[in-house]
């Protein structure tokens, strides 16, 4: 007997190649009905036996498209329809959008396979996407995902594109991304005073490679944003890259030809390989050791032994590597600390000064993204995330949340991001970059317009950083005051925890939180950063933390080490100031150390410090390069041989204990190497010891310092089989899953 059934399924299913695959599948187990997209995800009307509808139904949930998520599906008998086929419909909207958007996808191999292949029509067409591929958010201005919701909608399909979006035995079968050479995108090569080189579209990537291989800067829009590229073999161009994107030492990412390529330079791990080639293909840090090829290290990646690399994720990269023969740095097309361009226009006005010529196109960006950035641990492969950006925003899963109170938090301002709340999701940003900026705190601005377009609703509550001169607090009261919303201010590092507690839902457990960072106003009006929490039944008390030391100087104390040493330092070790300071500043920062009031326990800075003391670095270039540095010089290490540099502690954790014994070791003339090991390995032993102390079965942290993979391993390797730890993996530790993390506060935490 013939039934109707109405399924409805919601998650990341839009965009993805869901109702193509939903009609092969009726058309497979002879089902009559509809397919189509709605505000909540994607409905169903099916119409034939309860026995052919269940296997129609179960195979739909076990076998669903590739870069697909099903995060929930329900069916239901209805009174019965007669259909006379199976169809996709148009989509409705009746409601306010509640299902997760989607993120850009890397090119996949058969669109690959397209673009290289000679008798295809796409052939070296740049813009080759399918149901399995291509922009998503990118391109994103409203939602349900159709053509018309996008940026690609000024293009329209030719008969010979409609032909395949309505072939529904064809891969491009309503993929809302389609175009070709004929109907499609403009790509075109300009020189930096905008002459536009004639060219025929085959010949435009084999001139990009020549200039690359020429020593030339080339700005090329990508499909997310503009990248600059240069030959990274090539010491000459990366220094003159380096000096006119004003970025001296900080490291550049590498873009490879090819997996092969790569592997015969590098050695990676399974793990590595995977992420590599993944829909997100984010830049994923390798190590050095054993490295082959001729890339210029010194001027890449100065005083590392890892590089960023990654490999084509698009049909513009792909073409321009099938040209290459050597890898080529791909660095954000910005000038150092704004943030990546998308427009022509801006392109033209900022990366005029930098780029030799400009690769162009003109289709619109609405949603600019920097390439995410992710490393693993060394012994126990433990991925850390450094940039949540493109390939995995804007969605958040696994956030188990139930509340009717919409709400959005707008983080902090260094590696700012935004979190909103307006349904049964949660959705952050991509990341932003540092609001100190003007252009970034602009796009901060856009990225709050455009989650309120999106979703056509303003949040009810509006979520901030307790510190005062934050630019996103000083945003949001300007917000809630205009828009008449409830405002509530989230003290820094306990939204850190809250982010680690929300990643891994454990606010039913008992948990010591560890919070180490560089800077976080404290509630006490100290600067916060070496925190241990316990949070227990909805509250987080803070436990434990290292002890107060002088904050000096403002801003200048994080761009010099030598400053964190100063502050930190006894009279034990001024003969090693006498070498960092003249006489003049030495007696004018030591009066300001006398009178200074202002204190902090950030164990960032204890880690400034230990690079200085040690002659690493006495000057910060970019953020964290101390600790990088100091990090860099660990090649392996045996927990047999550490000693901690921390005898005796109770309630606080002498960070000048540290530093004394550490100088004491540099007397005894032991090397820099295992003075560094013992120092990680004095942070990992006190966690595990306050945590066995204390009697804590559940460890979870957060904050920028945990992207240290060596702490990382030794804690895993430290702790006993009783003690669960928990580190984000969907999340950055850093200063982006504070949006996060005050949204989790404020759903969670009793205030």
């Known amino acids: ?251 550049f990412a590498i873009l490879y030809p090819s997996l092969e390529k790569l592997q015969n330079e590098l050695e990676i791990n399974k793990e590595q390989r995977n992420s590599l080639t993944s829909t997100q293909r984010p830049i994923t840090i390798i190590s050095l050791q054993n490295c082959k090829g001729n890339i210029a290290l010194k001027e890449v990646a100065p005083d590392l032994n890892q590089l960023g690399v990654m490999l084509p994720y698009t049909g513009i990269l792909q073409l321009l590597a099938n040209e290459l023969s050597f890898p080529i740095v791909a660095t954000s097309g910005n000038i150092h600390g704004s943030p990546i361009l998308s427009s022509r226009k801006k392109a033209k006005e900022e990366l005029s000064q930098i780029a030799d010529y400009f690769l162009h196109h003109n289709l619109k960006i609405t949603q600019p993204q920097d390439d995410s950035v992710l490393k693993f641990s060394f012994k126990f492969q433990k991925p850390i995330l450094f940039r949540r950006s493109r390939g995995y925003a804007p969605n958040y899963f696994n956030a188990a949340i139930k509340s009717s109170k919409k709400a959005m938090a707008f983080g902090a301002d260094l590696k700012s991001s935004i979190t909103f709340y307006p349904n049964q999701y949660v959705y952050i940003s991509q990341y932003l970059g540092n609001l100190e900026n003007f252009d970034v705190y602009n796009r901060f601005s856009e990225m709050v317009n455009s989650f309120i377009k999106i979703f056509e609703q303003n949040p009810q509550v509006v979520l901030v950083d307790k510190h005062p001169l934050y630019h996103s607090t000083t945003f949001g009261k300007e917000f809630s005051k205009k828009n008449n919303v409830r405002l509530v201010e989230i003290q820094h590092h306990k939204a850190h925890f809250a982010a680690v507690l929300g990643e891994h839902n454990l606010f039913d457990k008992k948990v010591l939180g560890v919070v180490f960072d560089g800077t976080g106003y404290g509630d006490d009006n100290a600067i916060w950063g070496g925190e241990f929490f316990n949070y227990e039944a909805n509250e987080i008390n803070r436990i434990s933390h290292f002890e107060y030391f002088n904050w000096l100087l403002g801003d200048k104390m994080s761009k010099e080490p030598r400053i964190s040493l100063l502050s930190l330092a006894t009279s034990d070790i001024d003969e090693i100031l006498a070498s960092k300071f003249t006489l003049k500043e030495l007696k004018t920062y030591k009066t300001l150390k006398q009178l200074n009031n202002l204190k902090t326990s950030s164990v960032g800075r204890l880690f400034d410090a230990v690079a200085s003391i040690l002659n690493i670095t006495d000057y910060n270039s970019y953020e964290g390069e101390a600790a990088i540095l100091l990090e860099n010089l660990v090649a392996d290490y045996n927990l047999k041989y550490c000693k901690s540099y921390i005898h005796n502690f109770e309630r606080e954790i002498s960070s000048k204990e540290i530093i004394n014994n550490i100088a004491i070791d540099i007397e005894k003339g032991i090397n820099k190497q295992k003075i560094i090991v013992n120092f990680i390995f004095t942070l990992a032993d006190l966690i595990i010891k306050i945590a066995k102390t204390n009697n804590y079965k559940h460890v979870a942290f957060s904050g920028g310092v945990f992207q240290n993979s060596t702490l990382v391993d030794m804690i895993l390797e430290l702790a006993s089989e009783e003690i669960k730890l928990y580190f984000h993996t969907n999340l950055a530790p850093n200063d982006e899953n504070i949006s996060f993390g005050q949204l989790m506060y404020y759903l969670h935490i009793k205030n």
């Open 1 to 251: 007997m013939l039934k109707t059934y109405k399924i409805l399924l919601s998650g990341q299913v839009q965009g993805v190649g869901f109702r193509p695959f939903v009609f092969k599948l009726a058309k497979k187990h002879t089902i009559k009905g509809t397919v189509s997209n709605d505000e909540n995800g994607v409905i169903i009307f099916a119409s034939q036996t309860k026995e052919l509808v269940d296997l129609f139904y179960k195979e739909l949930l076990k076998t669903p498209p590739p870069v697909s998520n099903i995060i929930s599906s329900k069916i239901i008998e209805i009174e019965p329809i007669n259909f006379e086929v199976f169809k996709i419909i148009p989509s409705t909207k009746k409601g306010q959008v509640n299902l997760p958007l989607t993120p850009d996808f890397a090119i996949c191999d058969d669109c690959k396979n397209d673009i290289q292949d000679s008798k295809n029509r796409r052939f070296n067409y740049p813009f080759t996407t399918c149901v399995n591929c291509g922009p998503r958010w990118a391109i994103t201005q409203s939602f349900p995902f159709e053509r018309n919701h996008t940026s690609i909608n000024e293009y329209k399909m030719c008969s010979d594109c409609e032909d395949e979006y309505k072939n529904s035995s064809n891969r491009r079968f309503h993929s809302q991304t389609n175009t070709c050479n004929f109907c499609g995108i403009e790509l075109y090569l300009e020189t930096s005073n905008s002459q536009k080189i004639p060219l025929k579209p085959e010949e435009i990537f084999k001139k990009v490679a020549l200039f690359l291989k020429q020593g030339k800067i080339i700005a090329i829009k990508n499909t997310s944003g503009y990248l600059l590229c240069c030959n990274a073999e090539d010491d000459e161009v990366i220094k003159k890259l380096r000096k006119l994107k004003n970025r001296p030492k900080k490291p």
